[in-house]
């Protein structure tokens, strides 16, 4: 019975009060109950400080949670904004074709087909699908634009070489083709009235081939402007140049005159291609477009 009471430890708490008048108050409690009043306690500390923690931790991550989804919101914005662009620049591409086109045609150039477009991305994604099809359109352009540049470039060249004006302005009194007077036969350019000496003016820049008399012609002058084509001036009274010399478009080269079977002063005026006789008429006032549509035939 002894060594059960002498187990049993008690903790006294005493209260005193500060004025002398009033009694000490103290009670006893097993020791049990103190151990488990502070077990209790900083269990409930505990509790109630890790749900501090906890709740801080959530609410942070829905502020987060909070933020991202406003975020999500402006790039769908942005994005559809995107796609609305996209769309309206697809669509200038596709005028700008057109207008390509146009332009072909305009120049006689075969029309330019926009070949169909693959694209690695899927449908789905709209704004990159269309983007990848502008960029390959853009550069099917890119390429047809080169060959209109490369195309201007070669008709410069040929417009350069062509005999596109008059050597001497005056009356057509005789034309190209089979004629009976004054000469039967085929007459091989065409005679332009002039007065007696007037300047006779190169149609193209070229060099020249030939000054001298010939059977026919008389006083003559030949000039090559290269490829394959050759401009010839007959009937003169005088020659301004010689011999390979080069000679600007519109440089003097000779002047009218009656040398050769000639009723009066002309000058007879032939373009030749690879050597044969063209119908000058459709080569005078020639431009850069009409005369790359004579290089064609
Ligand atoms: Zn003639």
């Excluded at 330019?112 to 709209?126: F, N, Y």
């Excluded at 005056?170 to 091989?188: A, K, Q």
């Excluded at 350019?189 to 002039?194: E, K, N, T, Y």
């Excluded at 000496?197 to 402007?225: D, S």
């Amino acid at each position: 019975m002894d060594k059960k009471i002498k187990k049993q430890r008690f903790y006294s708490i005493m209260i005193v009060p500060h004025e002398s008048r009033g009694r000490p108050f103290s009670f006893k409690l097993p020791a049990s109950w103190v151990y488990t009043a502070v077990g209790l306690t900083c269990f409930g500390i505990l509790v109630v400080g890790s749900s501090i923690v906890y709740s801080t931790l959530i609410s942070r991550r829905l502020a987060d949670y909070a933020d991202t989804i406003s975020k999500n919101r402006q790039q769908q914005a942005v994005i559809s904004s995107y796609s609305v662009k996209t769309e309206k620049v697809a669509r200038q591409i596709d005028e700008l074709v057109k207008k390509d086109n146009e332009l072909r045609q305009l120049l006689g150039l075969k029309g330019w087909e926009l070949k169909e477009v693959r694209t690695t991305v899927a449908t789905g994604e709209k704004v990159n699908y269309l983007l990848e099809k502008a960029e390959a359109k853009l550069a099917q352009k890119r390429q047809s634009h080169a060959e209109l540049l490369e195309w201007v470039a070669v008709v410069r060249a040929r417009y350069a070489a062509t005999p596109s004006s008059w050597p001497i302005y005056g009356r057509l009194v005789s034309f190209f083709g089979y004629r009976r007077t004054p000469w039967r036969g085929m007459h091989t350019g065409v005679d332009i009235q002039a007065g007696y000496g007037a300047p006779v003016r190169a149609t193209a820049p070229g060099v020249v081939i030939y000054t001298g008399w010939r059977l026919g012609y008389g006083k003559t002058v030949e000039i090559n402007h290269g490829h394959g084509v050759s401009t010839l001036y007959a009937h003169n009274s005088n020659y301004a140049v010689k011999l390979g010399q080069s000679v600007r478009k519109g440089q003097i080269i000779c002047y009218v005159g009656t040398t050769g079977w000639s009723t009066g002063p002309h000058c007879h005026y032939e373009v030749r291609r690879n050597g044969v006789p063209r119908n000058p008429v459709a080569f005078l006032n020639l431009n850069m477009l009409t005369a790359s549509r004579l290089w064609r035939e």
